[in-house]
């Protein structure tokens, strides 16, 4: 979320992985256990305005199922522009764990606080 924000600092914009330097772990952005992904789809020039809404820009999927996780894109985080209270050009990052899955927060208990 570090080099996100930094990158919409410096470009006002949401820049993808190439953009921001971050590389996901694994090879490809695959580990043995699961598949990293940004989900850029209608990104102009590996970027999309801040100002367009809540855009994915991290998700991660459990290959296999994990105790009662099933298996599935079941962590995600989404950046959208800051609203009133939040310095202009400042970007505000939501992490999600799915609910719809099984109980994958169990596996991740403080998942949808990373950055609070």
């Known amino acids: 979320m570090k080099l996100q924000q930094a990158y919409v600092s410096e470009a006002a914009n949401i820049g993808d992985w190439s953009q921001i330097g971050y590389t996901a772990p694994g090879t490809n952005g695959t580990t043995s256990n699961f598949t990293y992904s940004q989900p850029n789809t209608g990104w102009s020039n590996n ?49 999600q764990v799915a609910t719809a899955n099984g109980d994958c927060k169990a596996l991740t208990p403080n998942f949808e606080n990373i950055g609070k």
Not at 50 to 55: F, I
């Open 47 to 95: 970027t999309v305005e801040l100002a367009s809404g809540m855009t994915d820009a991290w998700g991660a999927s459990n290959i296999t199922k994990l105790n009662d996780c099933a298996q599935g894109k079941n962590w995600t985080v989404s950046v959208t522009a800051g609203t009133s209270g939040t310095a202009s050009g400042e970007a505000v990052f939501t992490a």
